[in-house]
């Protein structure tokens, strides 16, 4: 039976109320757990959250698009009838300091027309470049709905895990192994320089290598990540990128939606002071106010660090481990620059309103220009001339602004969580705003005049912890330092979930 505390039983405790934890709660709900979710802010979903930081103006504060989130996860919560609308975001345009432009959109034979303004070549190689890639999505993508395999086991079930991964390459062309290949090793630049020529295309491009990453476009290593950022799917097609009407939070109230109607209770301002351990299993937590709670298990969807060193009082876990846990290093990125808007942007490349504005929108000119962002990185200091992707999901959503009123997100690299000595971002993080201002300024000049808020946010990383049990009994891991890693994605917290139900243990 459940252990009791305050009057209540709980099977499963999960702390954290971001997407990938209420995933779990929902799932587990759904298999007839008594769960209760802990969330230390005001408002769920963690990155993936909508809050009105301005009056009237509702911002995706960190997490802006959505792709990856799981179709089964879609499906066997029933989101859309818990409110989850996902609004398509069609294409990208891409300024360029010569006052041309790359604008790449959904509509297949478009694009076309368009990279063959710029290159022949590269129109025919796009083609067969889409092609490849969704052969090599096709491979991969079974591997985020499934537990990742142990390849030091002997254990039968682990093994098959490895066969189906080896018989499934092994059932690739030769063509596709040989991408497959180059793909888990190359840099997403050298990767995309064996199909293209066209620099502002590449440079686009092989943005999608370096999100959320401390690497560089020239880094070995992104083009598996440009990889992972091409399986975004919406409705099963490939690619296809959009907003949640309502913001992203609007994602994580629809599984908050479905997890309470499995049964699952959700508390907001819970904060965690520590997790109960005896006798090495997770008997529990105690809350800040002190308040303790019992259950059989505790999953945690915060990041391990937290988890294992704050959470967790000295002794409880292995030297060694705990060595491991601290040596990890948090090499954070990205930044987040978010506007209320009076006007649209207006680019002096393609002036006026336009479908442009409606898709993302990349500062992105040139190859050497994204691999110099980089270059400032790796010595601790924000980027002067950064990577900004932008988009305005008020010309989709409109309930997000006051009438006739923008909101405009840019996620932005590079801002490194730890700047060098003698930095840090009390003092660096306006300044970093306004070289973002100035830099889309360079190719939307009104940008200044018609800004009438800003809020400037930069990310903190997740360290990687892929495996979900720990070396505490009973305690698991389902937050994205998960397997299959970050983004709107889920399947973190599904998969945990179901590695419980395996286990037993919520009895």
Known sequence: MPAVANGKKYDVIVIGGGHNGLVNAAYLAKAGKKVLVLERRYVLGGAACTEEVYPGFKFSVCSYVVSLLRPEIIRDLDLPRHGLEILPLDGTFTPMPSGDYLWRVNDHGKTHREIARHSRIDAEAYDEFGKAMQAMCRFVKPILSMVPPDPTTLNPRELMKLFFIGRRFQGMASGDKYNQVQLMTMSAVDFLDQWFETDVLKATMSASGIIGTFLGVRSPGTAYVLLHHYMGEIDGAFRAWGFARGGTGAISNAIADAAREAGAEIRTQAPIAKILVKNGRATGVVLENGDEIYADVVSSSVDPRLTFVKMIEPGHLPDEFMEGVRRYKFRGSSGKVNMALDALPNFKCLPGVGAHLRGAMSISPAVDYM????????????????????????????????????????????????????????????????TVVNTIAEHAP??????????????????????????????????????????????????AALEILKDGKAA
């Open 446 to 495: 009104n940008i200044k005049d018609i800004i009438l808020h800003r809020q400037v946010v930069t990310l903190r990383p997740v360290p990687g912890w892929a495996r979900y049990r720990t070396p505490i009994k009973n305690l698991y891991m389902c937050g994205s330092a998960t397997h299959p890693g970050g983004g709107i994605m889920g399947a973190n917290g599904r998969l």
């Open 371 to 434: 691999e110099k962002a980089y270059d400032e990185a790796k010595y601790g200091h924000w980027s002067t001339r950064p990577y900004i992707d932008m988009v305005i999901p008020t010309l989709t959503d409109p309930s997000l602004a006051p009438p006739g009123k923008h909101v405009l997100s840019c996620f932005v690299q590079y801002a490194p969580y730890k700047l060098a000595p003698g930095l840090d971002w009390d003092t660096e993080k306006e300044k970093f705003g306004d």
